[in-house]
């Protein structure tokens, strides 16, 4: 299962160009709106025919301009989840689920396994217009897994949910990455849904491919801190659970020491991510002492980048982990910080958000 | 007095009966090719689409006699489609209720064009594209997705064609004229009725009828519109 796609297309202001391969596992495009992601994703669909490029689904040529190569959409095998869900409203879920697999290859039966990764068993009988937001988007993925497809496309799945919906449906994405063995293209623009879903990221910016890698390394590459919106820059640390304390704090164990955070569900011993915000590090040259942040973590300045603004991004490295932190320019000047510089990633326990945990 | 008003002789109920046959068959025979047309000119884009959509919307403008005579002029015994359909396949229409049939159908039609349209441009789309993506081919979305949410839509423009072409008098009577148990419709006796002295009675027991009718297709139109809003999805 893969997909490899090369194409450019010029679509109004937009002047689209994209290449890029992947395997199984969650691929997030990552950009700001109009920067033609949902475009990408309906060339792969077909719903939209590139200019020129080519386009592959497991290993099957299913667009290319140049051999004259174009498969209608519902020959595709592409399964695609729409922001807004997209239900037949004259059927009920079970009738929408049932309108997939009447065209797909395989069974033509309900798969209770697909059911049952998305808990929408007991909404089979239900009629569209009685289900909640998050239950929309549930009933979408189980319908388009319904379809047999090659590939699974998510049009921000989540961007129409309010942060209560949000928590009930993400569990279900993450079984749905685990489970599928699917590759799937999960379009945001949401740092931390893509920290915690995908193991790769390509940006794109103004319609070009702005950088494409491992999520972690897109993650805390300073010079792409500004492609992936300052404000939420960050990055995500692997750490295992070595403590829960009665007062609300959980300890964890990192590459180069102990992290205390506000209390997880996760067991002992379980390895969980974690993102830390770049505007949420405060650097020191010295350790404080007497000071109420209780993570101080002894790193080394490896990149600094200014911004266009007041700040400047610092890379540091803590022991195997990279950390971003945002400082303004006039304090990393005063600290006359360059590479090299040893110094003190501090990081206050409560800045840390429960929804920026993950398993 | 009421239970003459409820006297029916058989003049009245060949009427009443030769009525619906002609208005149900207009009704059926021209619903396919409506939902054909509504479709096209709602999302195709041709050479000539501003011209089809003149040509389905004249008899809604012109005098109705006129469109009868037109259809005389085409169908006529020896006239051009009139000889040719007589002597390919025996087919004659003019002076007969199927001659009744296309002309209530021919001015029932815009207005259930105009009504299955609407229905149309309402369908959106992204369904239409989600659809495929699950793998329905164009034809089987049209016929899966489009269509039932269109059938308010349509239902809607049958009735009202169908009521339209229970009422249609200027075309069917310059057509196929006004003979007893041939081609006098509901309107075309009410209209005999009037032409004879103390004929008054028996005209105000058809309009009785027709008003009988009209309500109840309407109550029906509205129950079943109701039922199939509820199916789709009431948008």
């Known amino acids: 299962m893969s997909l490899r796609i090369d194409i450019g297309h010029r679509i109004g202001e937009l002047n689209l160009s994209v290449a890029f391969s992947v395997e199984s596992g969650v691929t997030a495009l990552f950009g700001p709106s109009g920067s033609g992601k949902t475009t990408v994703l309906k060339a792969i669909s077909g719903l939209l025919h590139p200019d020129h490029g080519k386009i592959d689904i497991a290993g099957r040529s299913v667009f290319d301009r140049e051999k004259g190569i174009n498969f209608p959409t519902h020959k595709r095998q592409v399964g695609y989840v729409f922001q807004d869900a997209r239900l037949f409203p004259h059927l009920t879920v079970k009738g929408n689920l049932e309108y997939a697999y009447k065209f797909a ?41 319904f379809s047999d497809p090659k590939i699974l496309l998510l049009d921000e799945p989540m961007a129409a949910l309010d942060e209560p919906r949000k928590r009930e449906i993400f569990p279900y994405l993450e079984r749905l990455r685990d489970e599928a063995g699917l590759p799937i293209i ?8 893509v920290a915690r879903l995908a193991s790769q990221i390509a940006t794109l910016k103004d319609g070009k491919m702005a950088s494409f890698g491992a999520t972690s390394d897109v993650m805390s590459n300073p010079t792409l801190v500004q492609d992936l919106g300052i404000r939420t820059a960050g990055s995500v640390l692997r750490a295992q659970v070595e403590n829960h304390f009665p007062d609300g704090i959980s300890e964890l164990r990192t590459s180069v020491g102990s992290l205390f955070i506000p209390s997880v569900t996760a067991p002992l011993e379980s390895v969980i991510n974690l993102r830390i915000l770049a505007r949420d590090v405060i650097i020191s040259l010295s350790k404080p002492e007497n000071i109420s942040a209780l993570n101080i973590l002894p790193a080394k300045v490896v990149s600094i980048k200014k911004g266009e603004g007041p700040g400047t991004i610092v890379e540091l490295a803590s022991g195997e982990d990279r950390i971003l932190a945002r400082i303004t320019s006039r304090s990393a000047e005063t600290l006359g910080l360059s590479v090299n510089t040893p110094c003190f990633a501090i990081i206050k326990s409560l800045s840390i958000n429960p929804g920026e945990v993950w398993t | 007095m009421e239970t003459k008003l409820l006297e029916l002789g058989p003049t009245e109920w060949m009427a009443i009966r030769l009525s619906l046959k002609v208005a149900l068959w207009a009704t059926l025979l021209s619903l396919p090719l409506a939902i054909y047309v509504a479709l096209i000119l709602a999302r195709g884009k041709f050479w000539g689409k501003q011209v089809l959509n003149v040509l389905v919307h004249l008899p809604l403008i012109m005098p109705p006699v006129v469109t009868g005579y037109l259809l005389l002029m085409l169908f006529g015994r020896n006239k051009p489609v009139g000889q040719f359909l007589e002597n390919s396949i025996g087919f004659v229409l003019v002076f007969k209720w199927t001659g009744a049939v296309l002309a209530a159908a021919i001015m029932a039609f815009p207005l259930m064009v105009r009504s299955i349209r609407l229905a149309v441009e309402n369908v959106d789309p992204n369904l239409e594209e989600a659809a495929r993506t699950l793998g329905a081919s164009p034809l089987m979305v049209l016929v899966s997705v489009t269509l039932p949410l269109m059938l308010p839509g349509i239902v809607a423009g049958a009735v009202l064609a169908f009521a339209k072409a229970l009422g249609e008098f200027g075309a069917t009577i310059t057509f196929v004229s006004n003979i007893e148990g041939q081609t006098q419709t509901l309107p075309s006796a009410i209209y005999s009725f009037l032409q004879v002295p103390g004929g008054d009675q028996a005209a105000l027991t058809l309009v009785g009828i027709a008003v009988l009718i009209s309500v109840l297709a309407l109550a029906a139109s509205e129950i079943l519109g109701a039922r199939v809003r509820a199916r789709v999805g009431g948008r």
């Open chain 1, 186 to 193: 999960y379009v945001s623009h949401s740092l931390s849904e």
């Open chain 1, 105 to 145: 290859d395989r069974g033509r039966k309900l798969d209770r396994k697909i059911v049952d990764l998305l808990g929408i068993g007991p909404l089979l009988e239900r009629r569209i217009d009685g289900l909640s937001g998050g239950e929309r988007q549930r009933v979408a993925i189980a319908r388009a897994l």
